[in-house]
């Protein structure tokens, strides 16, 4: 369960990278924060929608499935709220600070 949800939250925070760089090269005029705001925003949905799923599924797991897949059902659970959390309210704010410490290099 936890390289599962190792690899969905590194997969996640990836998306929310790669969208940022996207923006980064096609609105060159708006400021880090403008863009870094636009780029969650437009993966936010596709983010919830991906946690929804996998959350009800391990919700029913750890509801019907028996005493054995109880103990993965719950880490998976967790597992989705922190690393869904922290893809969008931890990762993009460090690189954020980071950046301002040292500003881009933008082409």
């Excluded at 103990?71 to 980071?98: C, E, K, N, Q, R």
């Amino acid at each position: 369960a936890l390289l599962t949800i190792a690899g969905y939250s590194l997969t996640d925070t990836v998306v929310v990278f790669d969208r940022i760089r996207e923006n980064f090269r096609s609105n060159i005029k708006d400021t880090v924060e403008a863009v870094m705001n636009r780029s969650i925003n437009e993966v936010l949905s596709r983010t919830i929608v991906t946690s929804l799923t996998v959350l009800l599924s391990s919700l029913s797991l750890f509801f019907f499935g028996g005493e054995v897949i109880h103990d993965f059902a719950l880490a998976m659970i967790l597992g989705v709220i922190v690393g869904t959390y922290s893809s969008i309210f931890v990762a993009s704010p460090i690189v954020l600070m980071w950046r301002k410490k040292r500003p881009f290099a933008r082409k």
